[in-house]
């Protein structure tokens, strides 16, 4: 799988997006880039993931460059309970990788009022 | 509410003692995984399961054992041969084995004492 680089904190004030970026320079042609996040004590959760065009959720929006070497996920509207770690993985679907999900060290997003 | 189960929050046990985690989903998915997360550490694989009745050894499968009777429950037993139990550990599962999407129930913390 790929390796990802990720800012290791941000801010965000409370209903304004939050826009989260992820380098991911050696990405291969069939990685997809997934998104997760985990809030403190809690199981990681999904929010999105995608391969080359943009995607949008209930959750978030993915935006990802043209070359793929990188993407953004936007929280359109932050409010406080999406403070967590917010953890950018590339990863082949079906890959021999037995589904093992590999987390780096994140992104440390803080909403504040 | 489909979703997956972990029971419970939180386990204290002396040394040299077994215990089991127990964890069981119900979103009819064939494949399901422990993972185990030290404080500040990324995820490390323990053992998953692509289908009833199969179980691999994962990353850190050494004083650990697991069994998979039924499709929707996988639970862990940490044995008195695992050198240092305390730990968080987490139970996902896919609805196929490979890069699918792994969805991660809320966790239990073990803390030997």
């Known amino acids: 799988d790929a390796k990802t680089t990720q800012p290791p904190s941000m801010d965000c004030a409370e209903g304004r997006a939050a826009n989260l970026p992820c380098n991911h320079s050696t990405i291969s042609g069939n990685e997809y880039v997934y998104w997760y996040r985990q809030i403190h004590s809690q199981g990681p959760q999904y929010i999105i993931h995608g391969l080359k065009n943009n995607e949008t959720n209930e959750m978030a929006s993915l935006i990802i460059t043209e070359d793929r070497k990188s993407s953004t996920l936007i929280l359109p509207h932050a409010t406080l309970r999406d403070t967590a770690v917010y953890y950018c993985?590339?990863?082949?679907?079906?890959?021999?990788?037995?589904?093992?999900?590999?987390f780096g060290q994140g992104t440390i997003l803080t909403v504040h009022p | 509410d489909g979703g997956i189960t972990q029971s419970p929050k939180y386990l204290f046990r002396k040394e040299g003692q077994n215990v089991t985690l127990s964890c069981e989903q119900n979103l009819n998915h064939d494949a399901m995984y422990w993972y185990r997360q030290d404080p500040g550490q990324g995820l490390r694989l323990i053992y998953y399961s692509q289908i009833v009745n199969d179980f691999q050894k994962g990353d850190i499968a050494e004083g650990y054992s697991v069994s998979r009777e039924k499709k929707e429950s996988f639970p862990l037993t940490v044995t008195s041969a695992q050198k240092n139990p305390t730990a968080f550990y987490l139970c996902?599962?896919?609805?196929?084995?490979?890069?699918?999407?792994?969805?991660f129930g809320p966790g239990t913390r073990l803390t030997v004492l």
């Open positions: 993985i590339v990863r082949v679907r079906g890959g021999t990788s037995y589904g093992k999900l590999t």
């Open positions: 996902a599962s896919s609805i196929i084995a490979g890069g699918d999407t792994q969805y």
